[in-house]
């Protein structure tokens, strides 16, 4: 197949100059950990702020990429192939902007291609880069619907989100199990009635 390569512009420069060092983030979980209560020269809580901010590393990498570092390949050899592409039960962690405690869902994503597709990981990749940021679900589903349009720009798109958040099943009205669904449809999805009722029935939901 022919490879279309496209950049997508970095965002993220800004942010990365008024980056803190690893020391300044490692003394603010210490911080945190006197202000819970703890010791933090203990035994158990000596390498702690080390590992919290390797693990931070780990669970907010989506800031250190951007949409076009996974979808900057587009193929359109497709064989005149015009139908929904749905990649369904993404499952992805991300962390609520507002408590900063995880969210825990799955994402359905699909597309109706207009000449060129994507490789299928990377609808999966491109998840997993918006999860791995502080969130809101409905920013999360806008971004992934926003990043597929301006790559692609294919006839139709649908996203779907469900997930649980631990700001309501931990804390707060700590109603254990209850999900979020958001959804964003665009072009072909959004005005036929038909096929956007195929989507929810291939993710297992009624309209």
Do not use: N
């Amino acid at each position: 197949m022919d490879a279309v390569v496209k950049k997508f512009p970095d965002i993220s420069d800004e942010r990365r100059d008024e980056r803190p060092s690893r020391a300044e983030a490692e003394a603010a979980v210490e911080t945190l950990l006197r202000w819970v209560g703890e010791d933090p020269t203990r035994e158990g809580l000596r390498e702690t702020p080390a590992r919290v901010v390797k693990a931070y590393e780990e669970l907010f990498g989506g800031y250190r990429q951007e949409a076009g570092d996974v979808l900057g390949r587009t193929f359109e050899e497709i064989s005149g192939y015009d139908d929904m592409v749905l990649v369904r039960d993404v499952d992805f962690h991300s962390h609520c902007e507002h408590h900063m405690v995880p969210i825990i869902g799955k994402a359905h994503v699909a597309y109706v291609p207009d000449s060129r597709v994507l490789g299928l990981s990377k609808i999966a990749r491109l998840v997993d880069i918006y999860g791995r940021r502080l969130q809101t679900q409905e920013s999360m589903t806008a971004q992934i619907a926003t990043a597929i349009a301006g790559m692609l720009r294919p006839k139709g798109i649908a996203v779907m989100i469900e997930a649980e958040h631990m700001c309501m099943s931990m804390r707060g009205i700590r109603s254990k199990g209850s999900l979020t669904v958001t959804t964003s449809f665009q072009g072909a999805f959004a005005e036929d009635a038909e096929l956007k009722g195929r989507f929810f029935s291939l993710t297992g939901h009624r309209v």
